[in-house]
């Protein structure tokens, strides 16, 4: 399998980045930080940063950033990427200390989305532990899962879906095919996981949309976190773009809310982890067996 261990964090172009930080601070529960060029870092436990926004007039994902666990691992993968004929490019020392990494080289899949491979995140000091003021079960899910996943809209679903499993070496672990999710349209989805077993850090499906992707994902540990943020959206006019619902294939109960750059954010609870041993992999025929529905305003 893959060197790559999980989806370490997450890069956003963004044109309103006051509108993002208090989005992660007051509606999300995460921890904000501004960089020296105006960035902004975006903390969901003790790594310096999951999510990083940088200002563009873009606002989609613009980096998906895959942790390996040690430099010798990352340099034999980049070599094997090479020698698959994919173009990898070490970054500068520059780039490294923006990502606060020790090791980084980066490609660009068939979608024109930059990945990022790397090793030695940088976590925060003991005096900046992670404490949200506003979660109240423990926080998100993240650690060896990685920050959550991303919803790729790709504009030829076969060739990423073959960018990731023959070029990067991650596992499919199972498909989704809904029949007129939309009024004629079909859906269809392919769901990638990466070494650790979080069920998938990416998805691929073509979707009626401008962006690149359909949405970002981040997990809390809690379900009462999920409802806290519902709220939180609501109450604030967040338009919930997928009511509280759930999934068939990674059994997340989530609900979706239109992040200040207009793609969605999933917010959830409860996801398996996969165990290789004993996993099939299987085809369902639906996006979600309750809820999810689309524009429900209060969520439910």
């Known amino acids: 399998m893959s060197p790559i261990s999980n989806l370490g964090y997450m890069c956003i172009a963004a044109s309103d980045l006051d509108a993002w930080e208090h989005f992660a601070s007051a509606i999300l529960g995460g921890i904000c930080h501004r960089t020296a060029d105006g960035g902004l870092l975006i903390r969901l436990d003790e790594l310096e940063y999951r999510l990083q926004i940088f200002r563009s007039d873009d606002d989609d994902l613009a980096v998906a950033g ?96 073959a960018f990731y499993e023959q070029m990067l070496d991650l596992k499919v672990s199972d498909y989704i095919k809904e029949k007129d999710y939309l009024p004629g349209v079909d859906v269809e989805g392919t769901f990638i996981r990466a070494r650790t077993g ?22 809390f540990k809690s379900l009462e976190d999920v409802g806290l943020c519902l709220d939180r959206c609501v109450d604030a006019g967040i338009p919930i773009e997928h009511s509280l619902g759930h999934h068939p294939n990674d059994r997340m109960t989530s609900f979706y809310a239109r992040t200040p750059s207009g793609f969605s954010i999933e917010c959830g609870w ?11 992999i299987k085809t369902y025929s639906e996006l979600s067996s309750w809820g999810h529905r689309m524009g429900a305003q209060s969520g439910l």
Not at 94 to 113: F, K, N, S
Request: charged share 25%; with cysteine; proline share 3%.
């Open 66 to 161: 895959w942790a390996v666990d040690s430099v010798r691992e990352l340099e034999d993968f980049v070599t094997s990427l090479r020698v698959k004929g994919l173009a990898v490019h070490e970054c500068s020392a520059q780039e490294r200390d923006a990502r606060m990494v020790e090791c980084l080289y980066w490609c660009v899949d068939p979608d024109g989305l930059r990945h990022e491979f790397f090793t030695g995140a940088r976590h925060a000091t003991m005096a900046r532990a992670f404490a949200s003021r506003l979660l109240v079960g423990g926080g998100f899910e993240t650690g060896r899962l990685g920050v959550g996943h991303y919803l790729q809209n790709a504009r030829n679903p076969a060739d990423t879906v």
């Open 198 to 219: 979080r069920h998938h850090s990416v998805a691929v499906t073509a979707m009626p949309t401008p962006k690149r992707v359909h949405h970002i994902m981040v997990q």
């Open 270 to 280: 409860g996801a398996i982890v996969v165990d290789d041993r004993d996993w099939e």
